[in-house]
């Protein structure tokens, strides 16, 4: 029979659980990491159940973690929000909301336009986290999620924030070659493009949109590195419009024979969204989407 729960022990498995590695961990919880590993070791006995896989990449967690981690984050949460209810009661919009989002519009679209919302609600601090995967809001990962396909969940709250367009790019320095290039050159050109087996989602995957038998020279996980390999003249890539726009260093090719559209999801827990504060950050984001239209979708009419 497990012993009496420590909360502490059921915090450092959720960060455990959150980060994936021991030394991740261990830092935001401004502990050593054998602390760590003692600690985890210590639930794990005193539940006699095995809550993770060590493996060579991090911890993973096992079906037993999983149905831990399902009811402590909800505990977590639960006791989160009684705390920031109480303390807040008269001071609504003071505090930090967590947003989730990839790293393309976190850099590039949201860190630039924060300006308005700090100069209407001084007191809300707005912590950005990039993620290259789906942020898990069960596990308390963000306060908002910003998510490129729509979450089958049915206990959150989800709603379309924006269409945006993604075209093809190629380096100002290789002008002149890209000149005259036509739809049926494209699968002859060198290509930069994502790892297709490490896709998180098939929402990135594109090539097949613009042609067959494309065969990248140049591949990543990033879509940070490829934007920049495209932009040293190594190949050409699909980008964001609204990463892409905004560099006078790209050239837009054969625009008006290719536009791919996906789309973007914003998702948070019904309790955070009643908190003034994530439900004011929550209207902004739809509102400057709305704003920026012109480099969210630069080819709509």
Same mark, same amino acid.
Do not use: C
């Given at each position: 029979m497990a012993e009496q729960m420590n909360w502490e022990d059921l915090r450092i498995f959720l960060e455990v659980s959150r980060a994936e590695k021991l030394s991740v961990a261990a830092r935001r919880l401004g502990i050593d990491a054998s602390t760590v590993s003692r600690r985890l070791h210590q639930l794990e006995t005193s539940l006699s159940a095995q809550l993770f896989? *060590?493996?060579?990449?991090?911890?993973? #967690? %096992?079906?037993?973690?999983? @149905?831990?981690?399902? *009811?402590?984050?909800k505990m977590e949460q639960d006791a989160t929000l009684a705390f920031e209810q109480i303390a807040l009661h008269n001071t609504s919009e003071h505090g930090t909301v967590r947003i989730g989002a990839t790293e393309a519009f976190g850099n590039h679209f949201i860190a630039p336009n924060l300006t308005g919302l700090q100069t209407n609600h001084p007191k809300i601090e707005v912590e950005l986290l990039q993620f290259a995967r789906d942020v898990k809001i069960s596990r308390n990962e963000a306060d908002i999620a910003i998510m490129v396909e729509r979450p089958k969940s049915t &206990?959150?709250?989800?709603?379309?924030?924006?269409?945006? $367009?993604?075209? /093809?790019?190629?380096?100002?320095?290789? $002008?002149? +070659?890209?000149?005259?290039?036509?739809? &049926?050159? @494209?699968?002859? $050109?060198?290509?930069?493009?994502?790892?297709?087996? @490490?896709?998180? %989602? =098939? $929402?990135? &995957?594109?090539?097949?949109?613009?042609?067959?038998? /494309? !065969?990248?020279?140049?591949r990543s996980t990033s879509i940070i590195s490829q934007y920049s390999v495209i932009k040293s003249g190594l190949g050409i890539g699909i980008l964001p419009c609204f990463l892409a726009e905004q560099d006078a260093e790209l050239v837009k090719l054969v625009a008006d024979e290719v536009t791919i559209t996906r &789309?973007?999801?914003?998702? %948070? +827990?019904?309790?955070? !969204? *009643? #908190? =003034?504060?994530?439900?004011?950050?929550?209207?902004?984001?739809?509102? @400057?989407t709305k704003e920026k239209q012109h480099l969210l979708r630069p080819q709509a009419k």
């Open positions: 896989e *060590r493996t060579s990449n991090g911890h993973v #967690l %096992t079906p037993d973690g999983k @149905l831990l981690v399902a *009811r402590a984050s &206990s959150m709250i989800i709603t379309k924030l924006t269409d945006y $367009q993604l075209q /093809i790019y190629g380096s100002r320095k290789n $002008q002149h +070659h890209y000149q005259h290039l036509a739809l &049926s050159q @494209l699968p002859s $050109q060198p290509w930069v493009s994502y790892v297709d087996n @490490l896709l998180f %989602t =098939e $929402q990135l &995957s594109y090539l097949d949109e613009v042609a067959e038998n /494309i !065969k990248p020279v140049f &789309s973007l999801w914003l998702v %948070t +827990h019904p309790e955070l !969204k *009643r #908190l =003034e504060r994530v439900a004011i950050v929550w209207e902004y984001l739809k509102t @400057l």
